[in-house]
């Protein structure tokens, strides 16, 4: 052990066992250790022995007592020397003078050199960095103790610098905060001093250095406002001027319309915003402990003009709650506890343009009792106002992240399709797992689990894997936009579809049993799209080929000791992959940009056409006319350099002055 405590565990009965630690010292002539007896107790030195009994297991908790502060002088009661404790214990568990177990720990523990005292609450004073330095010694970041490393740390002894002398912290983080620049006339840092560098270098002491800190203030940026709480506005008016895709719905109290949702752990979060015009259908399970009511429904949600409107809601109650209880534990009547719960809410917002006119609610009522687990469902839809059936007919026709794809089945009378994955339940095997839609934007994988017996038959196994990946895609086509119609071909896009490839050599005969190459285990759906517009600033994407091909694997069959009258598991998978192209191909390199590459910026750190960039118009890092001086200020110094540079100036020169 190298830390002050140590656990352990004592597996078995502990009625009438005695628990002791002693102190082993080793034999000087055999080298090994003295012999342990039961007449210990539950201290030894320094230190300490205590047991928590359980029924099967009790927890051993061995703990120093002592301080393991290094010294400091004129201190006592600490250690001396950095290496603090080296000892050798001995843990026993005895009953009736008979050892059943014995622990053997070897403890090396080294002194801490962190503060443990009172520390001061009194606020540090920093001065401006513009004038000062922020500090002697910038790598002291503990207050009364020795940082490690830190050489320049007042708080470090001689002894603890002799821990770290040769890794002290260089630079200016290390305590050199004024080091000389490249700069300064009298610095010899740089390799290749310029013959200019005599004219432009810098007369300056230390103290007046690039390292004491900023020497522009910047403009100072707004806090952003905290999440779930809308400012309020005191100035009379509309509160919004109408919400745009993707902005949270905003209550009469300025707090955000919260549902449950799903968060990217998969668990789900009871205080999520609904966004507008986002779709969502959610499930979470709970039970009578942690069950938790929402928002009321009574709570009026902002219209997006700054009116307010209620919601309409109808109730209902459900009388089986078998579809809805996935889990439940026997228990005796007596104990029974139920209550009336929320088992569904479903949301339909009607909109217009940037408004919401009405909202209906549906909310399910049921019961749920003590030991039962309940899937929760919540939905939202968000309906135009302008539609005439329940198909809906967003503003923007493109597809939107978090939305199923559309799938049709053009060969067929009924053009109805889907595209969907797997969503495992239970054991996690495929003939219990149901499906779920593939979202557009969202790469997902999914899989379930195939029972397998050591006597399949290789062709057979083939073709039930293939079928359970196929019944995942029950479409030829993929709509490429959201509202795809089924009378248009032109809005749909045909599935490319790569088959299997499959040996003609079966190896799972004769004496290979239980072993079947080229299973189509896992299946791939790539969906290729592209951003071909934009509606009210919101990009439009469609959606321009999805391709489907499959990766096979070498079954083999996995048992234990006996392979006899067992079934082994084949985890077959399904992946989608959204791959984002330029919706137009890009303009091919011309032959001088391909062999040119000195003048290409994206490839080289030295930009030449960009050499007069801050003194054109597209510069905005300063004003025009800042810019303007400064570049023939520069110009004017770069000239009076090159005629001092000249012979005939020197001449010049010497000739005046005679």
Same mark, same amino acid.
Not at 313 to 342: P, W
């Given at each position: 052990?190298?830390?002050?405590?140590?656990?352990?565990?004592?597996?078995?009965?502990?009625?009438?066992?005695?628990?002791?630690?002693?102190?082993?010292?080793?034999?000087?002539?055999?080298?090994?250790?003295?012999?342990?007896?039961?007449?210990?107790?539950?201290?030894?030195?320094?230190?300490?022995?205590?047991?928590?009994?359980?029924?099967?297991?009790?927890?051993?908790?061995?703990?120093?007592?002592?301080?393991?502060?290094?010294?400091?002088?004129?201190?006592?009661?600490?250690?001396?020397?950095?290496?603090?404790?080296?000892?050798?214990?001995?843990?026993?568990?005895?009953?009736?003078?008979?050892?059943?177990?014995?622990?053997?720990?070897?403890?090396?523990?080294?002194?801490?050199?962190?503060?443990?005292?009172?520390?001061?609450?009194?606020?540090?004073?920093?001065?401006?960095?513009?004038?000062?330095?922020?500090?002697?010694?910038?790598?002291?970041?503990? =207050? +009364?103790? $020795?940082?490690?490393?830190?050489?320049?740390?007042?708080?470090?002894?001689? /002894?603890? %610098?002799? #821990?770290? *002398?040769?890794?002290?912290?260089?630079?200016?983080?290390?305590?050199?905060?004024?080091?000389?620049?490249?700069?300064?006339?009298?610095?010899?840092?740089?390799?290749?001093?310029?013959?200019?560098?005599?004219?432009?270098?810098?007369?300056?002491?230390?103290?007046?250095?690039?390292?004491?800190?900023?020497?522009?203030?910047?403009?100072?940026?707004?806090?952003?406002?905290?999440?779930?709480?809308?400012?309020?506005?005191?100035?009379?008016?509309?509160?919004?001027?109408?919400?745009?895709?993707?902005?949270?719905?905003?209550?009469?109290?300025?707090?955000?319309?919260?549902?449950?949702?799903?968060?990217? =752990? +998969?668990? $789900?979060?009871?205080?999520?915003?609904?966004?507008?015009?986002?779709?969502? /259908?959610? %499930?979470? #399970?709970? *039970?009578?402990?942690?069950?938790?009511?929402?928002?009321?429904?009574?709570?009026?949600?902002?219209?997006?003009?700054?009116?307010?409107?209620?919601?309409?809601?109808?109730?209902?109650?459900?009388?089986?709650?078998?579809?809805?209880?996935?889990?439940?534990?026997?228990?005796?009547?007596?104990?029974?506890?139920?209550?009336?719960?929320?088992?569904?809410?479903?949301?339909?917002?009607?909109?217009?343009?940037?408004?919401?006119?009405?909202?209906?609610?549906?909310?399910?009522?049921?019961?749920?009792?003590?030991?039962?687990?309940?899937?929760?469902?919540?939905?939202?839809?968000?309906?135009?106002?302008?539609?005439?059936?329940?198909?809906?007919?967003?503003?923007?026709?493109?597809?939107?992240?978090?939305?199923?794809?559309?799938?049709? *089945?053009?060969?067929?009378?009924?053009?109805?399709?889907?595209?969907?994955?797997?969503?495992?339940?239970?054991?996690?095997?495929?003939?219990?797992?149901?499906?779920?839609?593939?979202?557009?934007?969202?790469?997902?994988?999914?899989?379930?689990?195939?029972?397998?017996?050591?006597?399949?038959?290789?062709?057979?196994?083939?073709?039930?894997?293939?079928?359970?990946?196929?019944?995942?895609?029950?479409?030829?086509?993929?709509?490429?936009?959201?509202?795809?119609?089924?009378?248009?071909?032109?809005?749909?896009?045909?599935?490319?579809?790569?088959?299997?490839?499959?040996?003609?050599?079966?190896?799972?005969?004769?004496?290979?049993?239980?072993?079947?190459?080229?299973?189509?285990?896992?299946?791939?759906?790539?969906?290729?799209?592209?951003?071909?517009?934009?509606?009210?600033?919101?990009?439009?994407?469609?959606?321009?080929?999805?391709?489907?091909?499959?990766?096979?694997?070498?079954?083999?069959?996995?048992?234990?000791?006996?392979?006899?009258?067992?079934?082994?598991?084949?985890?077959?998978?399904?992946?989608?992959?959204?791959?984002?192209?330029?919706?137009?191909?890009?303009?091919?390199?011309?032959?001088?940009?391909?062999?040119?590459?000195?003048?290409?910026?994206?490839?080289?750190?030295?930009?030449?056409?960009?050499?007069?960039?801050?003194?054109?118009?597209?510069?905005?890092?300063?004003?025009?006319?800042?810019?303007?001086?400064?570049?023939?200020?520069?110009?004017?110094?770069?000239?009076?350099?090159?005629?001092?540079?000249?012979?005939?100036?020197?001449?010049?020169?010497?000739?005046?002055?005679?």
């Amino acid at each position: 052990m190298s830390g002050p405590r140590v656990n352990s565990f004592f597996l078995g009965n502990s009625s009438g066992v005695n628990f002791s630690i002693i102190l082993s010292s080793v034999d000087e002539d055999t080298g090994k250790l003295q012999l342990a007896n039961c007449s210990g107790s539950k201290r030894a030195g320094d230190w300490n022995l205590n047991v928590t009994s359980g029924v099967n297991t009790s927890k051993v908790i061995i703990s120093l007592t002592r301080n393991l502060q290094l010294c400091l002088p004129n201190a006592t009661d600490c250690c001396t020397t950095p290496l603090c404790v080296v000892e050798t214990l001995q843990v026993l568990a005895c009953r009736d003078s008979v050892m059943l177990a014995r622990l053997l720990i070897q403890a090396e523990i080294y002194a801490n050199s962190s503060f443990t005292g009172n520390v001061s609450e009194n606020a540090t004073i920093i001065l401006n960095q513009v004038f000062w330095p922020l500090g002697s010694c910038p790598c002291d970041l503990t =207050a +009364g103790a $020795c940082d490690v490393r830190c050489c320049c740390d007042p708080e470090c002894t001689p /002894d603890l %610098k002799q #821990l770290f *002398n040769g890794s002290c912290f260089t630079g200016v983080f290390g305590g050199d905060i004024n080091p000389p620049f490249d700069q300064l006339c009298s610095s010899n840092s740089m390799e290749c001093i310029p013959d200019w560098f005599p004219f432009l270098c810098v007369q300056s002491s230390l103290d007046n250095t690039p390292f004491l800190g900023y020497f522009y203030h910047g403009s100072t940026s707004t806090p952003r406002v905290p999440p779930f709480k809308i400012p309020l506005q005191t100035s009379p008016g509309r509160l919004f001027t109408g919400y745009s895709q993707g902005d949270p719905i905003i209550t009469e109290e300025n707090e955000y319309f919260t549902i449950p949702q799903q968060s990217m =752990a +998969g668990q $789900c979060v009871g205080n999520a915003p609904v966004a507008y015009l986002q779709n969502f /259908d959610v %499930k979470c #399970l709970t *039970n009578l402990a942690s069950y938790k009511e929402g928002l009321p429904h009574d709570v009026r949600i902002n219209s997006g003009t700054g009116d307010f409107i209620q919601q309409n809601v109808i109730y209902r109650t459900i009388t089986d709650m078998g579809k809805f209880i996935t889990e439940g534990e026997s228990l005796h009547i007596a104990e029974v506890v139920c209550q009336n719960v929320t088992v569904a809410e479903h949301y339909t917002f009607i909109w217009k343009d940037k408004n919401i006119e009405q909202i209906n609610v549906t909310v399910f009522l049921g019961s749920l009792c003590d030991g039962e687990i309940l899937t929760q469902r919540f939905t939202v839809k968000f309906l135009s106002l302008n539609s005439t059936n329940a198909e809906e007919l967003f503003g923007n026709p493109g597809y939107q992240v978090g939305k199923p794809v559309r799938a049709a *089945n053009l060969n067929a009378s009924d053009t109805f399709g889907s595209l969907n994955i797997w969503q495992p339940a239970g054991r996690g095997l495929c003939m219990s797992a149901t499906y779920t839609p593939v979202l557009f934007g969202l790469d997902s994988l999914s899989g379930c689990v195939l029972e397998v017996g050591i006597n399949e038959d290789c062709s057979l196994l083939r073709g039930n894997v293939t079928e359970k990946l196929n019944s995942l895609i029950q479409a030829t086509h993929i709509g490429k936009r959201d509202n795809s119609s089924y009378s248009d071909l032109d809005d749909w896009v045909e599935i490319i579809r790569l088959d299997p490839f499959h040996s003609d050599a079966n190896v799972s005969t004769g004496s290979l049993k239980g072993i079947c190459p080229d299973i189509p285990a896992n299946l791939n759906i790539h969906i290729i799209f592209a951003d071909v517009g934009a509606v009210q600033g919101i990009p439009r994407q469609e959606i321009l080929a999805v391709q489907i091909s499959y990766s096979t694997v070498t079954w083999q069959f996995q048992c234990g000791l006996t392979c006899e009258n067992s079934i082994s598991f084949l985890p077959i998978t399904a992946s989608v992959q959204f791959i984002k192209v330029p919706a137009q191909p890009p303009i091919p390199m011309t032959s001088s940009q391909i062999n040119y590459t000195e003048f290409d910026c994206n490839r080289n750190d030295v930009c030449w056409p960009q050499l007069f960039y801050p003194l054109t118009r597209f510069y905005t890092g300063e004003p025009y006319s800042q810019s303007l001086a400064k570049g023939l200020s520069l110009a004017f110094l770069v000239l009076l350099a090159a005629i001092m540079s000249n012979p005939w100036f020197s001449k010049l020169w010497n000739s005046s002055l005679v």
